[in-house]
Each structure stands twice: as structure tokens, then as C-alpha cells.
């Protein structure tokens, strides 16, 4: 099972925010950071999990890692977000390790139509409804 990441989607203020980010990215976008995560080889595969206003609300799937500039590394992920089941999740400086067993479903099926509204999914996860 590939291990995932936790990541804060630091100034967006709403889903379709995040969304804009990576809707001009092509195929991959960048993360960097300072340092290179030190089980970095157990997730190729996994996922960031976006965490926006202190929930878990979507993720991106983790390509791999890239050495950038000044020593620091590129975490390459695909740009398309798969929204999950909200979950509560407080904010962090970095990212941090989310082990499979404790990462959040994936919302809806298929077809777009199975997909709640993100703003709506972050309301319902707040009320515990969803």
C-alpha cells in the first residue's frame, strides 16, 4: 500500500480555488520542498490530500520525486484532483504522512452527476452527514 501525504492548499479559499490551480498545469504539476520526504519510495502511487479550511477535501495522485534547485525537491503530481469524503484535519506548516488505512474515500462514482458540489461535500463533512 503506497503512503500518502497531507498537504495544506495555503492561499485558497475555496474548492474551485484549488481546482484553478492545477486546471492550467498540463500533465504534471510541482510541488517543492526542502527537504526529500525520507519513505519517498513508498509513495510513488500514493496521494497529497488537500487540507482546506480544516478538512480533507481532495487529492492528487504523487508521479514521483524530482531533485530542484538549491537542494530542495519537486514533488511531481498529476494535476487532476479526485474529490474524498471530507474530513477534519488540522492545519500544518510542510506536509505530513497520512497512512492508507486513515486516508478518506473518494467521493461519488463515474459519472460527474455522482460528485457533490465541493462546497456542499465541505458542509455536509462538517455537519457529519457525509
Known amino acids: 500500500m503506497p503512503l500518502n501525504l497531507t ?9 474551485d480555488d484549488l481546482m484553478g490551480w492545477f486546471a ?18 513508498e ?7 488537500w487540507i482546506l479550511k480544516h478538512q ?7 508521479l514521483r520525486f524530482e531533485d530542484a534547485e538549491n537542494g530542495k525537491t519537486h514533488i511531481v503530481i498529476d494535476p487532476r484532483l479526485h474529490l474524498v469524503s471530507p474530513v477534519p484535519r488540522r492545519a500544518h506548516q510542510g506536509w505530513r504522512y497520512l497512512e492508507e488505512k486513515d486516508a478518506p474515500p473518494d467521493l461519488g462514482g463515474e459519472s460527474e452527476g455522482d460528485v457533490l458540489p465541493g462546497g456542499l461535500a465541505m458542509e455536509l463533512g462538517k455537519l457529519g452527514l457525509i
Open 7 to 15: 498537504k495544506v492548499a495555503y492561499g485558497a479559499t475555496s474548492l
Open 43 to 49: 509513495m510513488v502511487g500514493g496521494s497529497v490530500f
Open 24 to 41: 492550467t498545469r498540463g500533465e504534471e504539476a510541482k510541488l517543492t520542498t526542502r527537504y526529500l520526504p525520507k519513505r519517498h519510495a
Open 56 to 62: 480533507l477535501v481532495a487529492r492528487s495522485e504523487i
